[in-house]
C-alpha cells in the first residue's frame, strides 16, 4: 500500500523559507509523477508544483515560480518543496500526491501538513 508522509510544515516569517518533505512507501518511488498542492482556508484545493520521472521535468503555478523548488530524491523515495520568500498568500495545508506515468489523475495523497506564513 502506498503511504505519502508529509513533514516540515509550520509558522515562518513573510520573506521567510521552509522546506517540505514527503516520504514514500509501499511503491517504486522512481515510476510515479510527483505533485505538491495546496489548499487555504475557504479554497479549492490547488496545484503548486509537480516533478516528472526525470528530475528535469518541473512545473510550478505561475504563483510561485521562482520562488518555490520541486526536487526528489531517489534513494530516499523523497519528494521536497522548497519555498523561498514566503508571502501570507501561501498560508495553506500542503499535500504531497503521486501518480504513475500515464495516468491523468493522482491516485495518492499524504495527509498534509500546515504552512503559515505571517505578516
Known amino acids: 500500500q502506498v503511504q505519502l508522509v508529509e513533514s516540515g510544515g509550520g509558522l515562518v516569517q513573510a520573506g521567510g523559507s521552509l522546506r517540505l518533505s514527503c516520504a514514500a512507501s509501499?511503491?517504486?518511488?522512481?515510476?510515479?509523477?510527483m505533485a505538491w498542492f495546496r489548499q487555504a482556508p475557504g479554497k479549492e484545493r490547488e496545484f503548486v508544483a509537480s516533478?516528472?520521472?526525470?528530475?528535469?521535468?518541473?512545473n510550478y503555478v505561475d504563483s510561485v515560480n521562482g520562488r518555490f523548488t520541486i526536487s526528489r530524491d531517489i534513494a530516499k523515495n523523497t519528494v521536497y518543496l522548497q519555498m523561498n520568500s514566503l508571502k501570507s498568500e501561501d498560508t495553506a495545508v500542503y499535500y504531497c500526491?503521486?501518480?504513475?506515468?500515464?495516468?491523468?489523475?493522482?491516485?495518492?495523497w499524504g495527509q498534509g501538513t500546515q504552512v503559515t506564513v505571517s505578516s
Open positions: 509501499g511503491c517504486s518511488f522512481r515510476a510515479y509523477i
Open positions: 500526491a503521486g501518480r504513475l506515468s500515464g495516468r491523468t489523475a493522482y491516485d495518492y
Open positions: 516533478i516528472g520521472l526525470s528530475t528535469s521535468s518541473t
